[in-house]
C-alpha cells in the first residue's frame, strides 16, 4: 500500500464538481465491469493527489438503482486511490438533525435490492466483515474538518439505504425512525460494500436536505426543496474537502481496511475461475498480483 494519499471523492446529488484542483485532468478510466459514471477528475488539493467521480454522472443522469457501483469503485482503485470519501444528500429521520446538518454516518441499514453488491460470487467466493462500514481514521478527519470550516457537524449515525427513486412512504419514514436510524440516502449501499471489497477504507459526510415524510402536518419531499438546499450545502462541503485534504497527515496512515480480503476469499485457487479472476485483476491485486 502506497505511503502517499490519493483521495478518492464520489459526490453526490449537488456535488458534480471539486473546487481548489490544481492542474485538473478528466480522465477516462475502462473497468472490465462496465462504464463508471462519468470520466474521473484528477488534481491536487493541498499537494494531496485527488480523484473525483461525479456519482451520477455530470448533469445528474443515472438514477439510483441503475449506478454501476462496482464500475465505479473498480475505476478509483484503477487510479490508485488509496482511501475514498462520499459526499451525499440525505433526509433526516430524527428532529435534531435538521436540513442544513452534515452528518457523519457510521451504520447502514441496507434496504435496497436490485443492486448488485459484490464484486465476488460463482467462480471467486468471498466474504469480508462490514461490522464496522466505515473508516473511523476518515470519519474523524473528515468530522474535524467540516468543524474548522463551520459546517454544523453531526457524528455517528445510522443511515438507512433505501432502493428508491421514489422518496419514502410516511408508513416507511415512520418504520425506520421505529429501527433506530437517523438519516436516510439512496446511494451509500452498495458503495460501502464494494469499497471494503476492494480494501478501500471509506466515509460518508451527509447533508441533510430535508425531513423525510415522517412529520405530522409537514408536506411531502419535494426535489426542489432538496435542490435548494443541496445549493446552500455543495459550497460549505466543498470548503470541507479543502480543509480536509489540509489536515491530512504528510504520510499515509494504515488502516486495517487496506488487507480486509486477506481473511475474505473462500474458492480454492485450483477451482477459481479464469475469466472472473480476470475481472478482478484491480481488486485483488494487493493479495493475488496480476496488475
Known amino acids: 500500500m502506497s505511503s502517499e494519499w490519493t483521495i478518492g471523492v464520489v459526490g453526490g446529488s449537488g456535488v458534480y464538481a471539486i473546487d481548489g484542483l490544481e492542474d485538473p485532468e478528466w480522465i477516462a478510466i475502462d473497468t472490465p465491469w462496465g462504464a463508471p459514471s462519468d470520466e474521473l477528475l484528477t488534481g491536487r488539493i493541498e499537494g494531496v493527489k485527488f480523484v473525483f467521480l461525479p456519482r451520477h454522472g455530470r448533469g445528474h443522469r443515472i438514477s439510483p438503482s441503475e449506478l454501476n457501483a462496482r464500475a465505479n469503485i473498480d475505476a478509483l482503485k484503477r487510479a490508485g486511490c488509496t482511501d475514498v470519501i462520499s459526499l451525499s444528500a440525505i433526509g433526516s429521520l430524527q ?13 447502514f441499514v ?41 459546517a454544523d457537524i453531526h457524528e455517528g449515525a445510522t443511515q438507512l439505504v433505501m432502493e428508491g427513486p421514489q422518496f419514502s412512504t410516511r408508513a416507511e419514514s ?22 471494503r471489497e476492494a480494501e478501500l477504507p471509506y466515509a460518508v459526510v451527509g447533508m441533510v436536505t430535508d425531513y423525510d415524510s415522517w412529520r405530522e402536518g409537514e408536506g411531502h419531499v419535494e426535489v426542489d426543496e432538496v435542490i435548494a438546499q443541496l445549493i446552500a450545502n455543495s459550497g460549505l462541503a466543498k470548503q470541507l474537502v479543502v480543509e480536509f485534504a489540509r489536515s ?32 478482478l485483476d484491480a481488486i485483488t491485486a494487493r493479495v493475488l498480483g496480476g496488475r
Open 95 to 107: 428532529e435534531h438533525l435538521p436540513p442544513g446538518k452534515f452528518v457523519v454516518v457510521d451504520q
Open 110 to 150: 441496507d434496504r435496497t435490492f436490485a443492486r448488485v453488491k459484490s464484486f465476488f460470487g460463482t467462480g471467486c467466493v468471498a466474504h469480508v466483515s462490514v461490522a464496522d462500514p466505515v473508516c473511523p481514521r476518515l470519519s474523524a478527519m473528515l468530522a474535524a474538518a467540516g468543524r474548522a470550516v463551520g
Open 174 to 195: 415512520r418504520l425506520y425512525r421505529q429501527w433506530g436510524c437517523d438519516v436516510i440516502g439512496m446511494t451509500a449501499m452498495p458503495e460501502a460494500k464494494l469499497a
Open 248 to 279: 491530512l497527515p504528510a504520510e499515509r496512515t494504515p488502516s486495517p481496511i487496506d488487507t480486509a480480503l486477506d481473511v475474505a476469499l473462500m474458492t480454492a485457487p485450483e477451482k477459481r475461475d479464469p475469466a472472473l479472476m480476470a475481472k
